[in-house]
């Protein structure tokens, strides 16, 4: 059987109760009847290695982190189990370092009430960067907005909401509660101006939904008019183009009868202008050979001569008649610029003839050949004085007099 001294910790009597010292006392902690006293003593030391294993694993759980809350309340638990423990070791030292904990504890209490005061002022930030973004969207002029636009951030605004209400740290129940109410003010403002909008929108398409019927219909009574109903359709064109949106599902399916109506005009009038074209072709081609006798004119200098042949054109031009449509632009064209090559020569004769002009070409005329007898004297004499400059000067002005009789000559 051990001794007394083989336990520094415990001891077994002879009726077989075990007890632990602590400092210069002891305690009884159980009895072990039925084994040796090595075996009683390795039972109740083994009850101690089990405190000491808590007591570890919380110095480890408080080296990690963990809630100070939760390990403070473990180390009160530890304290008490560990004061009247049924076990045999130094259950001393366990409780040193239960107390050592404590003021780890206190430290750990600071550390993590920054922290969650850090993350709660960051989560509250960020939930009223949500109940901003809303609010801005719900200032919106709603006559402005882009409401399909306009719904899809909102419920991405509202889905970060939840998310972040899910995955955030919990907030202060008050400040949760003015950021919520905020934000659902803001849904409703936009729902409210989104569900005004398409009430007043509705209303609208209504209208011009209305007014395009209205037109349709007129225009379908013009269908039996063929070509004299065009200018009607066409005024009525332009009170469609005014009537507004009706919709896109009614826009187009009034649109698609408007314009089978006008269809059904212009098919009527492409078939009056086939006949017209069959029937004037013969004078477009009369037309032709007027121009192809008209086009030398362009050419011609004699002023009577171009325009007594230019006078038979015309005459022979307009008793001819309509050409087909597409034409028109084309030969008029070619007959306007024989025309224009005419008249230029009646002006330029005009100018020639102009009696005003002559007597004032006359006058310059002789004052002209004045000022040139004058220069040719004084270029003669300059000549005879031998000064080169004054030569030069009398020459110059001399051909520059002669240059301008020739001009009006």
């Given at each position: 059987?051990?001794?007394?001294?083989?336990?520094?910790?415990?001891?077994?009597?002879?009726?077989?109760?075990?007890?632990?010292?602590?400092?210069?006392?002891?305690?009884?902690?159980?009895?072990?009847?039925?084994?040796?006293?090595?075996?009683?003593?390795?039972?109740?030391?083994?009850?101690?290695?089990?405190?000491?294993?808590?007591?570890?694993?919380?110095?480890?759980?408080?080296?990690?982190?963990?809630?100070?809350?939760?390990?403070?309340?473990?180390?009160?638990?530890?304290?008490?189990?560990?004061?009247?423990?049924?076990?045999?070791?130094?259950?001393?030292?366990?409780?040193?370092?239960?107390?050592?904990?404590?003021?780890?504890?206190?430290?750990?209490?600071?550390?993590?009430?920054?922290?969650?005061?850090?993350?709660?002022?960051?989560?509250?930030?960020?939930?009223?960067?949500?109940?901003?973004?809303?609010?801005?969207?719900?200032?919106?002029?709603?006559?402005?907005?882009?409401?399909?636009?306009?719904?899809?951030?909102?419920?991405?605004?509202?889905?970060?909401?939840?998310?972040?209400q899910q995955d955030g740290p919990r907030l202060p129940k008050n400040e949760s509660n003015d950021l919520w109410k905020r934000f659902r003010v803001a849904r409703t403002t936009i729902e409210t101006h989104r569900k005004a909008f398409f009430a007043e929108l509705d209303s609208v398409h209504k209208d011009a939904r209305n007014k395009k019927q209205e037109l349709v219909e007129k225009a379908e009574t013009l269908i039996p008019k063929g070509l004299d109903g065009i200018p009607t359709y066409r005024s009525l064109l332009d009170e469609w183009k005014n009537a507004g949106r009706a919709g896109k599902k009614f826009d187009?399916?009034?649109?698609?009868?408007?314009?089978?109506?006008?269809?059904?005009?212009?098919?009527?009038?492409?078939?009056?202008?086939?006949?017209?074209?069959?029937?004037?072709?013969?004078?477009?081609?009369?037309?032709?050979?007027?121009?192809?006798?008209?086009?030398?004119?362009?050419?011609?200098?004699?002023?009577?001569?171009?325009?007594?042949?230019?006078?038979?054109?015309?005459?022979?031009?307009?008793?001819?008649?309509?050409?087909?449509?597409?034409?028109?632009?084309?030969?008029?064209?070619?007959?306007?610029?024989?025309?224009?090559?005419?008249?230029?020569?009646?002006?330029?004769?005009?100018?020639?003839?102009?009696?005003?002009?002559?007597?004032?070409?006359?006058?310059?005329?002789?004052?002209?050949?004045?000022?040139?007898?004058?220069?040719?004297?004084?270029?003669?004499?300059?000549?005879?004085?031998?000064?080169?400059?004054?030569?030069?000067?009398?020459?110059?002005?001399?051909?520059?007099?002669?240059?301008?009789?020739?001009?009006?000559?």
């Open positions: 059987m051990a001794t007394n001294d083989q336990a520094p910790w415990g001891r077994v009597d002879e009726t077989g109760t075990v007890f632990v010292r602590e400092g210069d006392s002891e305690r009884a902690v159980g009895q072990y009847p039925d084994g040796t006293q090595e075996e009683a003593l390795a039972y109740f030391e083994r009850k101690y290695v089990e405190l000491a294993g808590q007591v570890t694993l919380l110095e480890q759980r408080i080296k990690r982190g963990t809630a100070a809350a939760d390990v403070a309340k473990t180390i009160t638990t530890l304290k008490g189990t560990v004061s009247t423990a049924n076990a045999v070791g130094d259950l001393q030292s366990l409780v040193t370092r239960l107390d050592a904990l404590d003021g780890a504890v206190g430290e750990l209490t600071e550390k993590q009430t920054a922290e969650t005061k850090a993350a709660t002022d960051a989560a509250l930030a960020e939930r009223e960067a949500l109940v901003v973004e809303a609010e801005t969207l719900a200032a919106q002029d709603p006559a402005k907005a882009q409401w399909k636009q306009v719904s899809a951030t909102l419920d991405d605004i509202f889905a970060r909401w939840q998310k972040h187009d399916a009034l649109w698609a009868k408007f314009k089978t109506a006008g269809d059904a005009l212009y098919a009527a009038k492409s078939e009056i202008d086939a006949k017209e074209n069959e029937e004037f072709s013969a004078n477009l081609e009369l037309k032709l050979a007027l121009l192809t006798e008209a086009e030398p004119l362009l050419a011609e200098t004699d002023r009577g001569k171009a325009k007594d042949a230019l006078l038979s054109v015309q005459r022979r031009w307009d008793a001819i008649g309509k050409v087909p449509r597409d034409r028109v632009k084309t030969i008029e064209d070619r007959l306007r610029k024989v025309e224009t090559a005419v008249r230029k020569l009646d002006e330029d004769h005009w100018q020639k003839s102009n009696p005003e002009r002559i007597a004032r070409a006359e006058g310059l005329t002789g004052q002209l050949q004045d000022a040139i007898a004058k220069l040719e004297k004084e270029l003669a004499e300059a000549k005879t004085g031998g000064n080169a400059t004054t030569v030069k000067d009398a020459e110059e002005a001399l051909e520059a007099r002669k240059a301008w009789l020739r001009a009006i000559g």
